[in-house]
């Protein structure tokens, strides 16, 4: 089974509907991060949390609200999904310290019309 | 801010060539750097992870070395085969004042190609 796991995979959905991505991990990381990928652009950061209660804005975080339920659970959420929004979605988890490494998802393609 | 750089955007070699994928960033006080491979449709996987205290890491054909002074890297693929083609994606940790709260920056990828 993967370690980071995502649900859905694909989403398709109309401007104005409210959406929630979710992650869970099965390492024990304490961190968790969320990021937006858009061609050309490489992947930027939404989100991240650093335990379940620290949540902290990244670089792209207008529009988007997130939820830290447990450790091992963190959801992404569009309030009023707008098409700009359409992109590839990752989770991703890591432990506490800077050398660590992160570990992905498999990803979420949201496509909003 | 940091800013990191991939070039070539893409890549089409043949199988068996050797090749050399290039990242480079603007800011070189980074904890490490770490190379990604994305399938079309998947997650990103990692391939190797570089401190800042190290020069090089080895993975079976792959090596990543880190020149941090000059900021760039480099992955090199040795005997390439088709099963290498994929995007190929450097990311930094910038060394914020002693703190880490593990922001990557990512570049935006070099796309492989690699024909039989």
């Known amino acids: 089974d993967a370690d980071v796991t995502q649900t859905p995979r694909n989403r398709i959905t109309k401007t104005g509907k409210r959406i929630m991505l979710e992650c869970s991990q099965t390492?024990?990381?304490?961190?968790m991060y969320w990021y937006r990928q858009d061609p050309g652009l490489g992947l930027r950061l939404i989100y991240y949390?650093?335990?379940?209660?620290?949540?902290n804005k990244g670089e792209i975080s207008d529009g988007y609200s997130v939820s830290r339920q447990a450790q091992a659970k963190f959801s992404l959420s569009l309030e009023s999904a707008i098409p700009n929004q359409t992109a590839l979605y990752f989770c991703a988890s890591s432990v506490w310290g800077p050398y660590n490494e992160q570990f992905f998802g498999p990803g979420t393609r949201l496509t909003v019309l | 801010k940091q800013e990191v750089t991939q070039i070539p955007a893409a890549l089409s070699v043949p199988e068996g060539e050797n090749l050399v994928l290039n990242c480079s960033f603007t800011d070189s006080a980074i904890y490490n750097l770490q190379w990604f491979r994305q399938d079309p449709g998947k997650g990103l996987t990692s391939l190797l992870l570089?401190?800042?205290?190290?020069r090089e890491q080895t993975s079976g054909r792959l090596n990543a070395s880190l020149d941090k002074s000059s900021g760039r890297s480099t992955l090199y693929i040795a005997a390439s085969q088709p099963g290498d083609s994929a995007t190929y994606l450097c990311a930094v940790k910038l060394n914020a004042g002693g703190t880490s709260y593990g922001k990557l920056t990512f570049g935006q990828g070099t796309i492989l190609t690699v024909h039989p």
């Open positions: 949390s650093f335990d379940v209660k620290d949540i």
């Open positions: 390492k024990g990381h304490d961190r």
């Open positions: 570089i401190q800042s205290s190290q």
